[in-house]
């Protein structure tokens, strides 16, 4: 049963103080899940999952529509500039003044303004919301990572998470709500899409994230913690996703979201997915396979495509060096066996990950549960929200 607007979370805290909106923010894949129609899923999805009111949003622009959460793509607002997503943005680079952070080289990261677009979202933020669209705004979701996944490197790791610290920090100052408490803001991300040519990019923005999530004060989860199940936009652009797959995005997002705030306002998780099925831990089998064990979430069974099975995404790590993949193998409803080039180091040096170093599986070729042959139907949710979710992507290689 799904909770009426209205109830109220463990601290008293009436729903209907929330609205089903999220502030949508990053680089130019937040843009196009804006004109893809992403905001207007995840603010029906969360009011269906949530039961509370859609967020409408009018940004007071002559010509532009109402939108369905609190969002604003670049140069929609000019004299000043007011908009939440900016294409080929960083969060910060050295001598890169429009970035979302200023860098300064010997200064803690804590005390870094913003740059030029950071300026612009904040100004989105105070300015272009009234003080009732920062009150019922019910997150961030922050879909970000291309730009720093090519450039970084993994001695910036650190001074990373501590950038993505100081942005949330900064939004949440623009709206007026803690990390915590009874009027907190939540913040939601994703997992590094395949973007550029560096996998030690995508290590480092991966490692970071991992270390801001494990910070219990930052309040910032994945809320799409696999993304490489996706193809090149218009079967072209390596750069963005397809629309389609921005719609399966937000579909998924608004699962993870509406989970996440059913379970801090104690209502119960209503048998809903949330992120999706996760690697738990790893065996060595042999020199030539290893043996890995899922953790569901609300699926039963393990599913791969045909393509899935020539070991597409998996990364074995021998003593740090990595060793090819050949082929993947569905063991049990659970259980999944790598094939692999032989590694000649202890079984316990051993390690593992999914779609770690930016691979792109492609559409429908990630391993997934099989969560829509047992899903209900939701009041308000057509079928396309009876979905398979995929195994989560690795932030950090999985030990044995």
């Known amino acids: 049963m799904l909770p009426k607007e209205g109830g109220a979370d463990s601290r008293g805290r009436p729903l209907s103080r929330v609205k089903a909106g999220l502030l949508i923010t990053g680089q130019s894949n937040a843009g196009f899940f804006l004109a893809d129609g992403g905001t207007w899923i995840l603010n029906k999805g969360l009011s269906s999952l949530l039961g509370i009111a859609e967020a409408d949003f009018d940004p007071r622009l002559n010509g532009f529509r109402t939108i369905g959460g609190y969002a604003l793509g670049e140069g929609a607002h000019n004299n000043p500039s007011m908009a939440t997503t900016f294409g080929g943005t960083p969060l910060w680079a050295p001598g890169d003044e429009g970035a979302f952070l200023t860098h300064r080289s010997g200064t803690d990261p804590s005390r870094w303004q913003p740059g030029s677009t950071g300026r612009s979202l904040d100004r989105f933020v105070r300015d272009l919301l009234t003080a009732r669209d920062r009150a019922e705004c019910l997150g961030i979701l922050w879909i970000h990572t291309e730009n720093d996944s090519q450039t970084k490197r993994t001695g910036d790791t650190a001074t990373h998470a501590a950038a993505i610290r100081r942005h949330l920090a900064l939004i949440r100052a623009a709206f007026g709500r803690p990390a915590s408490g009874p009027d907190e803001l939540p913040a939601y991300g994703w997992a590094p899409i395949p973007y550029g040519n560096s996998a030690e990019g995508h290590r480092t923005v991966r490692a970071a994230l991992a270390a801001v999530i494990a910070d219990p004060a930052q ?11 996706s193809e090149a936009r ?26 996440h705030h059913r379970e801090r ?15 738990s831990l790893i065996r060595a089998e042999s020199p030539t396979s290893t043996l890995v064990t899922v953790q569901h979430d609300r699926g039963r069974r393990l599913k791969a495509s045909a393509a899935a099975h020539d070991g597409r995404g998996w990364s074995i790590f021998d003593r740090g060096e990595q060793r090819a993949v050949t082929a993947m193998e569905l063991k049990t409803a659970d259980q999944i066996l790598i094939r692999h080039e032989a590694c000649t180091g202890d079984l316990q040096r051993r390690s593992l990950g999914y779609c770690l170093n930016g691979e792109q599986v492609g559409r429908g070729n990630a391993v997934t549960d099989d969560w829509s042959r047992h899903a209900s139907s939701i009041p308000g949710l057509d079928q396309e929200w009876q979905i398979d979710f995929p195994l ?4 950090l290689p999985v030990g044995t």
């Not at 119960?268 to 099925?277: C, N, S, V």
């Open 234 to 259: 218009d079967g072209k652009d390596w750069s963005h996703r397809d629309a389609a797959d921005l719609r399966i995005f937000a579909r998924r997002a608004a699962y993870a979201v509406a989970r």
């Open 392 to 395: 989560q992507a690795s932030l």
């Open 265 to 279: 306002h104690g209502l119960g998780t209503a048998a809903l997915p949330g992120p999706g099925p996760r690697i």
């Open 219 to 229: 309040n910032f989860r994945l809320a799409l913690p696999q993304t490489g199940d």
